[in-house]
């Protein structure tokens, strides 16, 4: 069964350890940006962060309204909507697993994001099953009849169950907390890469540690229906097999006139070759960006730090102090809301907080109400409660345990639903 949590920590890190998205000469990216809707003619529009116009996006089976945040895959000059991040129901495409070298850093920071979701729904799991045991309880409560010492350790159950359930709202909280963070992340490096520019190496020999690109030029016939401004559109010339820039005039078609238009991929050199040098580029990125660097990114000893607002929200990737295993930790106020690792922790470890991971090689969620108490947790296919209060039935199987108005408990066979 695939670690979900190891995942994340690796998404995240495969993010921030390529520095800038397009440095990795990939031929797609994947970003999140905000659904515009459909214009009168019935195309999709999408706002790329940091774009200043909106851009046409394909029909895909991923429904989405105005205003959603949605991931889109852009790959040879085309944007296709892969899954709703606002609204995941409406959606959510698979998260592919992928190795050291994948093919966009932006498409594995989505799946870490898809993986955070998947820690909220379960621990609003465990928040709606701990509803349940409360209820459950309640019959035990009235059962006691009079048996002060039965009575108060039901109505103490009741108690811890009801502060378990709010734990675990809180821990959710924390979890969506969590997911923004990562969220926070992915525009980050989307916008470092489209800060940053490609030019022609004037070295004359090879300089060590330094980062060499080549570059592919592809041709591609547009699907744009009326002309973009914002592109250029290019004719092909099949006596001179060439390309030339056309410059649109009135309302023409550009899919009818047979235009293309150009993808530039650049690619990183592993193994620069001193005979090629000429055909190499270099990447730089301006002042904007060295500035945002240096006030908002920050590399100790021990890992990277990402800052937002200041210092009060902060993920950061390594280690903490050198005493923990690497992974991604989320802070909030100076407090450890969020671990990702081999393992991964949502809230506050000195408190409430809920625990994903591997044990005894099977799955395993945990639900503490502090440090030193495990309430609940869910292993394999089964759910362990450690004391539960019901307020009014109880089903098991085809039978199914009801607290009646005189007071009394009655047992009924409701047969089974099948």
Not at 100 to 127: F, G, H, P
Not at 168 to 194: D, F, M, P, R
Request: aromatic share 10%.
């Amino acid at each position: 069964m695939t670690d979900a949590s190891g995942i994340i920590a690796d998404a995240v890190g495969t993010a921030i350890d390529s520095k800038i998205a397009k440095a990795l000469g990939v031929d797609q990216q994947t970003m999140p940006c905000e659904y515009m809707g459909e214009d009168s003619e019935g195309k999709a529009w999408v706002l790329l962060p940091g774009a200043d116009s909106v851009t046409p996006v394909r029909r895909s089976s991923v429904e989405a309204s105005a205003g959603d945040t949605v991931s889109v895959t852009i790959r040879d000059g085309r944007a296709v909507i892969d899954s709703n991040i606002s609204n995941p129901s409406a959606g959510v495409a698979s998260v592919q697993v992928v190795d050291e070298k994948a093919e966009s850093a932006a498409q594995m920071a989505a799946s870490a994001t898809n993986y955070a979701e998947s820690a909220y729904r379960s621990a609003s799991a465990a928040y709606d099953s701990m509803n349940e045991a409360k209820q459950s309880a309640a019959i035990a409560l009235e059962t006691a009849n009079g048996i002060a010492a039965t009575a108060q350790e039901a109505k103490e159950s009741a108690n811890a169950a009801s502060q378990s359930a709010s734990d675990a709202h809180q821990s959710a909280q924390y979890a969506a907390y969590g997911l923004s963070e990562v969220e926070k992340v992915v525009g980050t490096v989307n916008w470092i890469a489209e800060h940053g520019y490609y030019f022609p190496t004037e070295d004359t020999s090879i300089v060590s540690g330094k980062n060499y690109y080549t570059r592919t030029d592809t041709y591609f016939p547009t699907e744009d229906e009326e002309v973009v401004e914002t592109k250029t559109y290019y004719e092909y010339d099949p006596e001179t097999e060439t390309y030339s820039a056309v410059t649109p005039v009135g309302d023409e078609d550009p899919s009818e006139e047979g235009w293309y238009e150009l993808s530039t991929v650049y690619t990183y050199v592993f193994d620069p070759d001193e005979s090629r040098l000429s055909e190499y580029y270099e990447f730089a990125v301006d002042e904007s960006v060295q500035n945002y660097l240096q006030s908002h990114i920050m590399q100790t000893d021990y890992g990277l730090d990402l800052m937002f607002d200041g210092t009060s929200d902060r993920v950061h990737i390594g280690t903490v102090n050198g005493q923990h295993e690497r992974g991604v930790y989320m802070y909030r106020g100076g407090v450890l809301v969020g671990k990702y690792g081999s393992s991964a922790v949502i809230g506050d470890e000195r408190s409430a907080h809920i625990s994903i991971g591997i044990v005894d090689d099977k799955p395993h969620i945990g639900l503490w109400a502090n440090s030193q108490l495990e309430v609940a947790y869910v292993s394999g296919q089964e759910l362990h409660i450690d004391r539960t209060v019901v307020i009014s039935s109880m089903r098991v199987g085809d039978w199914q345990w009801t607290k009646m108005p005189s007071g009394n408990l009655r047992l009924q066979w409701i047969g089974s639903e099948e």
